[in-house]
């Protein structure tokens, strides 16, 4: 895999405090977390993590990299590190009651770089909760530029504002309050379809074989076929395909330039290491290879401390029986996937979530500000929010800006 050195020591730090010490840094001992953090990247370094000096002597890194340098101790109970990130996930992933409640999320959104096409307006987009209640509308501002804005249009799963290209000089600030209701999601138990039975019209469209990071693989089909044998039904043959995942991947952050462009899933195959993203999509793809339907959700976790974006996948396991299944799940069991209390955490349940997108037919999409065609992301806790942004590869500049908060209000009476 590749090592692209983009990053100052100080983004790595803060990343580092998020994935390991946040709940020491948001219990107010950020001097405490951040110290912990410096102390885990000098190990780091002096394990062979590479770096170079940058302009002015910076010191710059690949925050993948370092990332991927902490989970990759799996199993290590002796790096401080390693341990407090596992803890650190089981929290997070305990944090919310299973019951309905009512969440009120706050996002800032920063548009840094976008694109106008010739007498066509300016349009921004922010995600809506597509599948949970809303109680009244989103509250949703035009920050900067100021009187740029002239028109506003809601629809499923987003708000889209238009703007005046002739107005819009430097960033777009935009700023978004929404109550929604959420609850844990799970669908353990009910008839499974037999392995190669027919599937209708209507779910014909999560058959597809090529879908974003999906591609048609020989590899996926061989592994498809092979966790097939022996297997009843579609409910047998995708918790064999999980537990193949679990037990082969290992979580970790990937460049997408270091996918096989011609075949990004068979490329998974060997590489082994995939997010949320390229472990799910993995996960559908195999699905589909056996003609059990499949699709992506994309949207944001609702843990209060480490609120941010997330993928998983549902699968159909049966007629209107649609089961999540979610990849980070590796995260809680460290790979082990027999693992008796984290093993399959989030197998076949969620916890609430924000779900924004549901690939391919229901999106947010990028509107005038796509991203560039290669980039990385960073996170950070700034007071009470999180952070998080995304760069261009080539210069490390800020195309996007997230801030995020929640407030979790209370259980909803009538779900």
Not at 268 to 273: E, G, I, P, V
Request: hydrophobic residues 40%; neutral net charge; contains cysteine.
């Amino acid at each position: 895999m590749s090592e692209i050195l983009v990053a100052n020591a100080d983004d790595i730090i803060e990343q580092i405090v998020v994935q390991c010490w946040l709940f020491q840094a948001r219990g107010g001992d950020a001097a405490g977390a951040r110290s912990r953090a410096e102390k885990t990247l000098e190990r780091l370094l002096s394990r062979g993590l590479s770096w170079k000096r940058g302009p002015g002597g910076t010191l710059l890194l690949d925050p993948y990299a370092a990332n991927n340098a902490i989970k990759s101790r799996a199993g290590d109970p002796a790096d401080e590190a390693w341990a407090d990130w596992l803890a650190t996930t089981r929290r997070n992933a305990t944090s919310l009651d299973p019951a309905p409640h009512v969440y009120q999320l706050t996002l800032r959104r920063e548009w840094h770089t976008y694109a106008a096409a010739a007498g066509r307006p300016l349009i921004f987009r922010l995600p809506l909760p597509l599948r949970q209640p809303q109680p009244g509308s989103a509250d949703v501002r035009l920050l900067e530029p100021a009187g740029a804005l002239f028109d506003r249009r809601d629809g499923p799963g987003r708000v889209e504002l238009r703007l005046d290209p002739a107005a819009a000089r430097g960033p777009v600030v935009a700023e978004m309050t929404v109550r929604f209701v959420a609850g844990e999601v799970s669908n353990r138990e009910g008839p499974s379809a037999p392995l190669g039975a027919a599937v209708g019209p209507e779910d014909e469209l999560w058959l597809r074989e090529r879908e974003g990071a999906i591609t048609p693989s020989a590899a996926v089909a061989a592994l498809a076929a092979t966790l097939a044998e022996g297997r009843k039904n579609a409910e047998e043959f995708v918790h064999a395909a999980w537990e193949w995942l679990i037990d082969n991947l290992r979580f970790g952050d990937v460049h997408r330039g270091d996918l096989d462009a011609a075949d990004s899933m068979g490329g998974l195959l060997r590489t082994r290491l995939a997010d949320c993203v390229l472990g799910s999509s993995l996960l559908i793809s195999l699905c589909r290879s056996r003609g059990i339907p499949a699709r992506l959700l994309t949207g944001f976790l609702l843990h209060p401390a480490n609120l941010g974006p997330h993928s998983w996948a549902e699968v159909r396991l049966g007629p209107g029986r649609w089961v999540p299944f979610d990849f980070g799940s590796w995260c809680y069991c460290a790979g082990d996937p027999r693992h008796p209390v984290w093993g399959s955490f989030f197998r076949g349940r969620v916890d609430g979530r924000f779900i924004a997108e549901v690939a391919p037919r229901e999106f947010t999409g990028w509107g005038s500000a796509p991203p560039p065609e290669a980039w990385y992301r960073l996170e950070r806790l700034r007071g009470d929010l999180i952070e998080h942004t995304l760069h261009a590869l080539g210069d490390s500049s800020l195309v996007r800006r997230d801030l995020l908060g929640l407030e979790v209000l209370g259980p909803c009476a009538t779900p």
